[in-house]
């Protein structure tokens, strides 16, 4: 039995899960070595050399023989930008068709009932990585003009050379759970743009801190509320209200495993000097320019808005540069929104609990908006002075959020973790599928307020062109 092994079951953790934090971990002596030998190195040629050979050796330990699976992706990539330069739009096509359909085929034939660490996850980043490189490579081809301000700091007007791609490509702490960025990041970084700056180190290991801190916490708080527990008739038996709740903290535990992954990725980013993002208000510098989770509006905020704009970050921004925005062109809002969606959909794979999670999201957060619309326009206008000067009602109203965002987020997760139609709708039943019933009564309540508002709109227009005044309703 290998060292890894005989390490991950002392532990009492998966050897696959054991290889990914060791290999997060790794990031940071990288970045020390790269930090205290290479750096200085004018030949930039062994930069490139150097994180190449630190991201394949790092994915081979992972993967074994099943590298070969990014290795072919990142050279088809290489290929077609050199020789579908002059056809942007076929350049875009074809690298978005390749990249999407390799990655859905490895999830045809690595799919099980469990969320795997196999090829596949570190893939799917790569796969975002290739399809915006061939965005901003056909993006360089453009007169600057045509460009919004996104695309000009991204575009690509000269081809890196293969051994650059494959750096940028395996970047450690980059390649295997993410963040995102663009080449232009890469190619400032190696150029020596971010030297001049200090404190990234500070700030790295304050965000591994950060990152053991939510580890434990994950792993304490699994411990009492594992996944098959709520699969079991002794979960059924629980009050209602304790069972939405547990479920709620579940969620909350289980989302932990992933940022702890994140923070250390972000940690040895940050401690290699590559993601600074300008000056702060204080006029420091500001080494959060690759964060994939925002911990502060992660943890104080009340709605599931507040979960998708604080978790995640660099991917939704990802989707929204490239999938979103560029979709413009269909002039509507809400079939861009759901098109997004649809494609994060399709991007996690073939299982049903992906698809339905993401229909909660955008349903929920609809919601949201439709009661914030209401509150706005009837409750604040009558009631609000009174309201904001009120204890009891602050203390109610921060009660009633939190317990909304601690008992939505059970809701919301627990498809896209249990994956199967049969296990998904077990945890729903289980909990009396509350979700839909108050989504459902809400629908119904907002469409008998819009009808009650447009007969008084139109009651008020009425008495105005009678009147000959004009409506200000």
Known sequence: MELTETLALKFGVPVEAFRLILTLIAGYPIAAIYRK?????????????FFAFCGLSLCYFNYGKDTYHSLLAISVTFVLVNLMRGAPHLLIGINFVFHMSYLLLGYYFTASNEYDILWTMPHCILTLRMIGFGFDVADGLKPADQLSKEQKETALRDLPSFLQLLAYAYFPSGFLV???????????????????HAGCVDAGLQRLGMGVLYLIVCQVGLSYLPDNYFLTPEFVQVNFIKRIFLLGFWAKFTLYKYIACWLFAEGALMCIGFTYKGKDAQGQPDWFGCTNVKLMLLETGN????????FNVNTNQW????????????????ISYAAALSFLAVWHGYHSGYYMAFVMEY???STEKQIERVYTREVLPKYGETLNNSMIYKILNFVALKSYNIVYMGWCLTSFVFLKYERWIKVYAAVNYFGFIYMIIWACMFRGYRFLVGKESRNVESTAAVTGKQSTY
């Open 37 to 49: 030998v290479i750096v200085n190195i004018e030949t930039k040629a062994l930069h490139h050399l």
């Open 178 to 196: 993410g963040p995102q960025f663009p080449y232009r990041r890469y190619q400032r970084f190696t150029n020596g743009e971010f030297l001049e």
């Open 303 to 310: 709605t599931m808005e507040h979960y998708v704009q604080s």
């Open 319 to 334: 989707v929204a540069q490239y999938i979103f925005k560029r979709l413009k062109f269909l002039n509507n809002r809400n």
């Open 363 to 365: 349903m929920i957060v």
